[in-house]
C-alpha cells in the first residue's frame, strides 16, 4: 500500500479488517517489522485520539515515531504552483513535503477543509500535494474531505460487535445537532466504507444536508429520522455542515438521539466517532448505557492504525 | 499501587524512598519490566522537570511514553455530570479519560488549581475524575492541593544527604516572598511526606498563611521567622497563597531567605523544587553555595517517578 | 568534543565530514553507542528541519531524545548575574540548564538573536550560559550567529557532489532578497566552514551587507553578482540582514537568482539550507532543476548531526 486516503487505496476492506483484528489479538506479534524505519506524524490541525493511537500502533510495530505539530503560525505553508512568496507563507509544499520524505519512511498528515471554499476542499490539495512530493507512502490522519482511519476502525468495532451470521447488520448514519460548522469527512468516510464492505445502509438527515452523491452511492437516503432508525443495529451518531449550502450548517436540536427515539431499535448499537458534544448530539443515557460503542471504536483506532502501517512497511 | 496522588497512596514512605535511591544506583537494572507498556503524560498545565524526569523514567523502564500538552483552547474538558455541552467544552472527562485509558497502561496528569473557588480545588475534581474514568493506574504531576512526585523526591534528596545517625533531622518549611499567587500544593505535599516519614518539621510563615490543618497536623507552626530557623538541618523554601482568605497572596519582602538569616543555622541546608526566583524568594549567596540542594532535588525528581512507576508496573 | 557551536571546535572538518558520510552509508552501525543515553533538545525558537533529523540522528545511535519546545510564555529564562526576578522572567539560566543537565547526556540547543543589539547577540549569551551551566556537552542547533550543523550538511553535500579530483570547487555565497531581517547565522557559519575546509569561496552581496570579518576572512568580497558567478561550480543562495546598520535589511529584488544569471556557470549546483521563499530568494527554475541540492543538504543534516553526536558519545 503506497498511500491510505480513502477506501478506494483498500483492496479488500474486510480481509484489512480482519488483519486488524488479528494484531488486536496479538499487538506484538510483528514488532520486528518496522525496525530502523520512521513514521512521521503532521498535524497541520490539531488532535488526540488520532496521534496517541498512531503513535502506539507504530511504536508496536517497532517503528520510532516523530510528530510535528504545524500551526498556521509556525509554518505556513505554499500550495500555488509558481507563487511569489514574498506574503505570509514561508516555505512550499514541494520542499517542505520532499525533506520530511528524506527523514521519515511513511508520513501521516492531517489536513482539514476551510469550509469556505467546496472545490479547493474537494479537489484536497494539501494531502494530494503532499503525496506527490513527499516520494514515500502517505497515510491521511484525516483530510478536508474523508477519514479513513476513523471509519477502518468503524468497520473493525462493526465486525468484532455483530455475532449474527444469517443476515447483514442495518446501519444507519445519521446527522446530529452540533454548535459549530463541522466537516464532512467522517460521514463521507462511513459512508463509503460501509458501502464498500457490502453493510445494508441508510443515511438520515435534514433535507439540503445530503452529504457528496459519490460517497454515498448505493445508501438508502432518509429524511424522517424515526423511520431510518427503526430495526437499526448500528446508529452512527455525527454531525456535519452542508456540502450543497457549502459549510453551512443548521440549528435543529430535534435531531439529538435519545433512548426514546430508539423504542423501535431496542438492540441498535450507539456509535460516534469522539469528541461528543453530549445532550447535544446524543444523550449521556445512551452514551453511557451498554449501547454503547464508543470506547471501542476508540480503542480500535489502534488497530487500525497499526494494520495499515503493517501494510505499507510489507511494502517498503 | 494503583494510584499515587498523596502520601496516603503509599504504605511505606521510607521503604518507597529506599528503592528509589536502589534505582538511582541502577537505573536500568528493571528495564525490562517496562516493556509493551505506555505512559501517557497529560499535561492541562505546563511542565518542565516534571516532564523530563517522568519521561526518563519511563524509558529507562523501557516503557513508551507520549506526552499531551493540552490547553484551554485544545482540548476543554467538561467535568459536570449531565452537562448540556453546547457551549465552549468540546469533550467530557468520561470520554476523553476512557479513551486515553485504552491507549496507555499508566497514565500521569498535571492539573493545576484556579485558586478561585477552595472547594473546587480541593475536592481535585479533574485529577479524581481521571481517576474515576481511565480504568488505568493514575500518577498525579502535581494536582490542584498536592504534588506527591516532588516530595517523594525532597524525601529522597533529605535522606541521602542526611548522614547523622543518632537523631532525625529538624526540617524547617519557610514561607517566602513572590509576586505572583501559587498554589499551596509543594507546601501541603511536603508537609505531609515529612511527617508521614516522621521528621520533626517546623513550618513559619507570616499570620494568615496557614496551610489546611488535614496536611499539617503534627509540625510546629511558628510564626516568627528566625525562631522557626534555628539550629535547622534542611529549610525548604517555598511560597504559597493563602488558604484561608483564599488565593490571596501577601507582599512581604522581609520573608526572603538569606545568608544572614541563617547566623544560627550554620549547617542547614537550602531546599526548593524550582523554577525560583531569585533575590525574590531567596538570595543567589545560598541558591550558589554548597548548602543548596536544588540541584540534586531536581535530579532526585527521576528516581521518584521511577520507583512509583516500578510500584505501578509490578502490580499491572 | 564536548561542545559543538563553530567549526573552531572541529580539530579537522574534512575528517568529520568523511565519517558522516561513512554514516550516510551504514546508519545502524553505531546503534549500541547511545544506549541508556538522553539527547536534550531545547528550542528557544521554532524548528523543523533542526529537530527532525537531530531526533533521527539520535535515535539511529540508540539515544532517547526529549525535546522542549520554549516559547516566550511558557519559560522566559533569566540571563543576568545577580538580577533580582520579581519582573517577567521564572527561571534563572543557573538552575534551568544545571537541572536539564541532569535528565540528559547531551543538550543542544536553538536561540535565535533579537537582531536589535549586536553586541548582545554576538556575545552569544544564551548559548554560553547554558554551556556554563549545563556540564554536559552541548551543541548548537543554530545560535545568535552560527549554525554549525547546518554548514557541516552543507559541506558534506558539496563534498559527496563534487567528483573532480584535480582542482577545488569554486564555492559563492550570494545574498538573495527576503521580505523579513535574517539573522547572518547560516551565512556566517557557511564561511567558515568553507574557508576551514580549503574551498575557494567568494562572497557577494551588495554594498552594506558586508558579514564579520572573522567568518569571512579569506574569501573574496565581490559586490558585483555577475563578476561573482561566473565560473562558479556551487552557488549558496541566502539572505541575510545586515551587521554594520545591524538587523537591517534591503529592498534588492535584482539579487534574485535565476537561470539567466548563470549564463556563465552552466554546471554550477545551487544550494540553500531551506526554507526557501521562491521566486524571491531564488526562481522555481532553478530550484526544481537538476542543479538543485536544496534537498540533498536537507538530507544530510541527519548525518552532520548524527557524526556530531557520535563524537560526543564516543568522550562520555
Redesign the interface.
Known sequence: MRKFTSVKDVPDVLSLSDEALALKNA??SQEGLGK?K?L?LIFMN?S??TR??S??AA??LGM?V?V?NVDKE??AL?FRE??????TT???V???A???G???DIIGIRCFPGLQNREEDYAEIILNQFIRYAGVPVISLESATLHPLQSLADLITIRETWKESGRKPKVVLTWAPH?KALPQAVANSFAEWMLAAGMDLSITHPPGMELKEDFTRGARIIHHQDEALQDADFIYVKNWSSYQDYGHTLHQPEWMLTEEKLRHSSLGKIMHC???????ELS?EL??SARSL??SQ??NR?WAAQVVLKKMLDNL
Not at 469522539?274 to 447535544?280: F, G, S, T, W
Open positions: 499487538p506484538f530502523h520512521t512521521g490539531p488526540l485520539r496517541i493511537s503513535q502506539k511504536t508496536s520510532e516523530m510535528l509556525g509554518w505554499e509558481g507563487a511569489i512568496m514574498n506574503g514561508v516555505e512550499h514541494k520542499d517542505a520532499a525533506a520530511m528524506r527523514y521519515c454548535i469522539l469528541p461528543v458534544r453530549r445532550n447535544v449521556d452514551l453511557d464508543v470506547i476508540a480503542d489502534i
